[in-house]
T-cell receptor
Framework: SQQGEEDPQALSIQEGENATMNCSYK?????LQWYRQNSGRGLVHLIL?????REKHSGRLRVTLDTSKKSSSLLITASRAADTASYFC????????????FGTGTLLAVQP | GAVVSQHPSRVICKSGTSVKIECRSL??????MFWYRQFPKQSLMLMAT?????????EQGVEKDKFLINHASLTLSTLTVTSAHPEDSSFYIC?????????????FGPGTRLLVL
């Protein structure tokens, strides 16, 4: 399967704590993207990391990519209640269409 | 920033009827659009890639005669769920690539929630 596997499936933390979620995949990728989805809503693009990059930052977000292990992690520091959402990794295998295959998702609940 | 709209945002229909969902890129041209389906508490599953001026490419297991896709212009793709049944009830999301950009980023619409009674 080309779908990424995410863990944990669900994560509950207190405000101010850090949240880490992981995405593993099986086939070499062109890039990997992380998205957030609030309940029943559309997707928000968070960050894109290319296969030749190892780490990227955006505000309180830090993404790492280890192509040798075929895995990526998303770290949210100093979490807030507003970070409560589902988080998905999406795998881009390149090619003519650059289609995205979404991972299984992590449901994050940040308790105030 | 690039904006993608979907219409309608929510639709309820009777079993056996057909439903058309529109996906529009508002401020850019998209030669390629994508259609996803998401069941409750699950991930997005890619259904098909919509190509302007040509036939859509469907993912394995997706019935092309049931989910008709038309991409007649650079800013509009439509998905028609034909003879809808309750099991087709889902959240349908489209995305679009800006054909003038590098092509790595997809812009997602807000989704259409379909309920088939």
């Amino acid at each position: 399967s080309q779908q990424g596997e995410e863990d944990p499936q669900a994560l509950s933390i207190q405000e101010g704590e850090n949240a880490t979620m992981n995405c593993s995949y099986k086939t070499s990728i062109n890039n990997l993207q992380w998205y957030r989805q609030n309940s029943g809503r559309g997707l928000v693009h968070l960050i894109l990391i290319r296969s030749n990059e190892r780490e990227k930052h955006s505000g309180r977000l830090r993404v790492t990519l280890d192509t040798s292990k075929k895995s990526s992690s998303l770290l949210i520091t100093a979490s807030r209640a507003a970070d409560t959402a589902s988080y998905f990794c999406a795998l881009n295998y390149g090619g003519a269409t650059n289609k995205l295959i979404f991972g299984t998702g992590t449901l994050l609940a940040v308790q105030p | 920033g690039a904006v993608v709209s979907q219409h309608p945002s929510r639709v309820i229909c009777k079993s056996g009827t057909s439903v058309k969902i529109e996906c529009r890129s508002l401020d850019f041209q998209a030669t390629t659009m994508f259609w996803y389906r998401q069941f409750p508490k699950q991930s997005l599953m890619l259904m098909a890639t919509s190509n302007e001026g040509s036939k859509a490419t469907y993912e394995q297991g997706v019935e092309k005669d049931k989910f008709l896709i038309n991409h007649a212009s650079l800013t509009l793709s439509t998905l028609t769920v034909t003879s809808a049944h309750p099991e087709d009830s889902s959240f349908y999301i489209c995305s679009a690539r800006d054909h003038l950009a590098a092509g790595e980023t997809q812009y997602f619409g807000p989704g259409t929630r379909l309920l088939v009674l």
